[in-house]
Structure formats: structure tokens, C-alpha cells
């Protein structure tokens, strides 16, 4: 049964006549915990009253694991979490650099959506990185809920408004997304040679994601086969994933670059091939090693090499070299397109997509995305639709050949 106690206010270690009062109420545990600073008996009485009550139906909280500060309970939860290793990587990447700083010795039960929103709003990041750390938060929190720790989360299901500079931001960035025409992909991928040529190739006219296009191996090429219809095909199983291992508190354990299952059913797909790539990722296979596309000396590109050493010379350009003891005369490299990167380059080919005019269920199913709603019951690609976009993409290649004046990629 609760009750109230007086608790006398001391001064100058002398009790004095003020006292306010402090609510007791019975634990499940058995114990007896307080809660104090309450101006009346009554107040008092109804707190302790309320506390059993939500005992006896299952909803209690313990008010001293809702003063656990939040960098505390991140911890503890990333601990128990094992996603992906990429995954991992991230969320550590949010947490060190704009979650942890400002609420890192916040407890949790002052954690509200107003303060939540606000700092996030006021992020210096990009805004896609400040509406993932909300999201992360608010993951964070749930787990606190399930763990009784406080009773419920104040960030779930909480739709972020933003600032006219956020929404600014977010509309410059969307607008500097980049693309490139045929013509574009063809120099970069003659510029880079056969081999990483190839591999520009085939992003731009695959739209394999980065990892992906890394675990492509000689057996990946095969035929899909529906009825009449035949064509050679690109099976995407896995990824090699490139993240920092982070141990249990966090510490960094190192750069892995390792294997792992593709993150989503609709990510694991046989991307269909146009004849031209097809013939030319066929004559490579049959000289390949156990990957597609590697560097020089094997194992698989990091993303920061393969942009400094392919991507940028031959997209920007570079300066001409004059000789000097131990470095030979390299001339001048004119740009192509400045700034375009694989990521783009995915982009291109879902570009090239929407001008070919491929159907929506084909097209989500090619690019390896999660097509919403209803329909993605009941579409699903023809036999005819695979045919169009087929010849949509060997169109868009023959004729940037013939603009090109070229036979060959590679002469």
C-alpha cells in the first residue's frame, strides 16, 4: 500500500520546520522505492498510488533505469545488436559524430521530440544524415521501452519538419546528382582500359551497386529463359562489404573487406544483359580470375582507391607532369566529366531506364529496389518488356558507337 513521509528540509546542517513529502510505493521486487519533492500528502499518496497500479497491470517502470544517461544505453544496445558489418559501421559513424556529442550524458527520460527535433535541424550534416540519426535514436529508445526502462518512446513514429535552409539543402542536393550521357561512359571506359573500362561499363548499363559489382564473378554471367525467351543474364548474390570492425564498446578493430549476403530479397536478382555487354563480359570472363573486376594485384578495390586511381584521372582530368629525377613525363589529361562517380553511374543506368520508357515492375526488379504499394502484387515483367528494354539499351549504345565514330570500345 503507498504512503507518504515527510521529508524535513535542512539548513546549515540543522533540521528546520519546512518539509515537503515523499511518495512510497511498493517494488515488485519487494522493495520500497521513493520519490520526493512533492508539496503535499496528497500529491504524494496519488504518485505511490499510481506506481502500483501500473505495477499490478505490467506497465511499471523503474524510475532509476530511466535516469540511465543515453550514451550509457547506446552502448549497452549497439552491444547487443549483430546486423551487418556495414551496418555496425555506421550507426558508430552517427553516434561519434553527431548523436553522442549533445546527449551522450542526457538520461533518457528527458529525451523529448521537440529537443530531438530541434537539434536536428540545427546539424551542420546533410539532411539524409540528420533524419537517419533521429531514426537511429528513436531504434535506441525503442530497445529501452522493451527493456522496461522507460514507457514509451518519444521519437517513434514522429515525422521531422524541417527548416527552409533544410529543406534548401536537401533540394540542392537532390538537384546536384549527376548522370551521364552514352557518349560519356564510353570515353571514361576507353580511357580506363579493358579492364576497369569494363567495369565502368557495366555499372552504367547494369546499375550494379558498388559492392555488388565487386562479388561479380565468371559464373555470375548465365540465361534466363521464359518460354521462348532467351537471354544472358548477370546473377547478383552477394556484396563485398568495406566498413571498420568496431568491437563491443565501440573500439576500432580495423578495415575488413569481406563477403556477405546481398541486404535485401530484392537486391539478390539476374540482371538481364544487353547483347553488346554481354559479348564483352563474356570475352573477359574466359581470361578472368576467381572476380570480374580486380585490381592489378587481386584480392578487391577499396572504393577510396578505385576513385583516386581510375575515377578521377580519367572523369577530371589531370595536369601534365614535367620529368624529374624518379618520376617520368606524363601529358595533360583533358576532363570528361567532372565529379561523376560509380554511384552516378548507377544512377545512369536507371536513367537510362526512364528514357527507354521500361515498365515499372521490370524496372524496379532490374535496378534491385522494393517497388511500394499494391501494385508490386499484382505487376510483374513480361517476356516483351525484357525484349524492349533490352533493345532500349542497345539502341542507346549502338548510337553513341556511331556519334563516337567508333567500332570498338577498345581498339
Request: glycine share 8%.
Amino acid at each position: 500500500m503507498a504512503y507518504a513521509e515527510k521529508v524535513y528540509k535542512v539548513k546549515n546542517g540543522v533540521k528546520t520546520k519546512q518539509f515537503t513529502w515523499r511518495a512510497r510505493f511498493k517494488a515488485p521486487d519487494g522493495s520500497w522505492p521513493s520519490e520526493p519533492g512533492f508539496p503535499t500528502k496528497r500529491l504524494a499518496e496519488e504518485y505511490g498510488e499510481q506506481q502500483e497500479a501500473s505495477i499490478r497491470a505490467g506497465r511499471w517502470t523503474d524510475p532509476a533505469l530511466a535516469q540511465t544517461q543515453f550514451g550509457t544505453w547506446a552502448r549497452e544496445w549497439m552491444a547487443a545488436k549483430s546486423p551487418r558489418g556495414r551496418t555496425v559501421t555506421t550507426r558508430w559513424a552517427r553516434l561519434e559524430a553527431h548523436i553522442l556529442p549533445r546527449w551522450e550524458h542526457t538520461p533518457i527520460r528527458q529525451v523529448t521530440w521537440f529537443d530531438a527535433e530541434q537539434w536536428a535541424n540545427g546539424l551542420g550534416c546533410d539532411d539524409v544524415t540528420a533524419t537517419h540519426c533521429l531514426t537511429l535514436m528513436s531504434q535506441i529508445l525503442t530497445g529501452a521501452v522493451d527493456k522496461g526502462m522507460i514507457p514509451v518512446n518519444p521519437l517513434f513514429g514522429r515525422r521531422r519538419s524541417r527548416t527552409a535552409a533544410a529543406k534548401e539543402s536537401r533540394d540542392a542536393g537532390e538537384d546536384a546528382k549527376l548522370w551521364a550521357p552514352p557518349e560519356v561512359v564510353l570515353r571514361l571506359a576507353r580511357r580506363a582500359g579493358p579492364l576497369d573500362g569494363l567495369h565502368i561499363l557495366t555499372t552504367a548499363f547494369t546499375g550494379v551497386r558498388w559492392g555488388e559489382s565487386l562479388a561479380l564473378r565468371p559464373s555470375s554471367l548465365g540465361k534466363r529463359t521464359e518460354g521462348e525467351f532467351t537471354c544472358p543474364v548477370l546473377a547478383v548474390v552477394e556484396e563485398v562489404a568495406e566498413y571498420a570492425k568496431r568491437g563491443p564498446a565501440g573500439e576500432r578493430l580495423g578495415m575488413v573487406l569481406t563477403l556477405e549476403p546481398v541486404k535485401t530479397k530484392e537486391s539478390r536478382r539476374r540482371i538481364d544483359l544487353p547483347p553488346f555487354l554481354a559479348e564483352l563480359l563474356t570475352e573477359h570472363a574466359a581470361n578472368a580470375g576467381e572476380f570480374l573486376f580486380t585490381p592489378r594485384g587481386g584480392e578487391h578495390w577499396r572504393r577510396g582507391n578505385f576513385g583516386r586511381q581510375v575515377m578521377r584521372p580519367c572523369a577530371d582530368g589531370r595536369k601534365a607532369v614535367t620529368k624529374t629525377r624518379g618520376r617520368a613525363e606524363r601529358a595533360a589529361v583533358e576532363p570528361i566529366m567532372k565529379g561523376l562517380t560509380m554511384r552516378a553511374l548507377r544512377h545512369t543506368h536507371d536513367t537510362y531506364q526512364d528514357q527507354i520508357g521500361v515498365r515499372p515492375s521490370l524496372a524496379f526488379e532490374q535496378a534491385g529496389h522494393r517497388r511500394p504499394g499494391i501494385k508490386a502484387v499484382y505487376q510483374h515483367p513480361t517476356p516483351d518488356m525484357r525484349r524492349d528494354r533490352l533493345d532500349g539499351l542497345q539502341k542507346i549504345y549502338g548510337s553513341a558507337m556511331v556519334a563516337l565514330g567508333w567500332t570498338r570500345v577498345w581498339e
